[in-house]
């Protein structure tokens, strides 16, 4: 997986397509990540004792990764990704050459 917990990312596909966001999680073992503002549902919490009249929240639910692509940082759109050996480390390289992890 080449998406990293805050990384920025674009929606590719489904009902959020074009959102842009921060990723805020990354679960590997299920390949899906969780972008602020993207894939929001409500959940609605019954009345208790502290809060009397209940609540609806807003839930990020998980995103599976293959439809979020990251963002160049020059370009703004976005970018596929692979890996290079710079200095001793690896690191991830947009198509174009820019350097993904500063």
């Given at each position: 997986m080449n998406i990293k917990k805050g990384d920025k990312v674009i929606v590719l596909s489904g009902d959020d397509k074009g959102k842009t966001g921060v990723v805020q999680r990354v679960y590997p073992k299920l390949n899906k990540v969780v972008v602020e503002g993207v894939n929001v549902h409500k959940k609605h919490k019954?009345?208790?004792?502290?809060t009397p009249?209940?609540?609806?929240?807003?839930?990020?639910?998980?995103?599976?990764?293959?439809?979020v692509a990251l963002i160049d940082p020059k370009t703004k759109k976005a970018t596929r990704v692979h890996h290079k050996?710079?200095?001793?480390?690896?690191?991830?390289?947009?198509?174009?050459?820019?350097?993904?992890?500063?």
């Open positions: 019954k009345p208790t004792q502290a009249e209940g609540s609806i929240l807003d839930m990020y639910v998980p995103i599976d990764a293959s439809k050996v710079v200095n001793g480390k690896k690191v991830r390289v947009s198509t174009k050459g820019e350097n993904l992890d500063k």
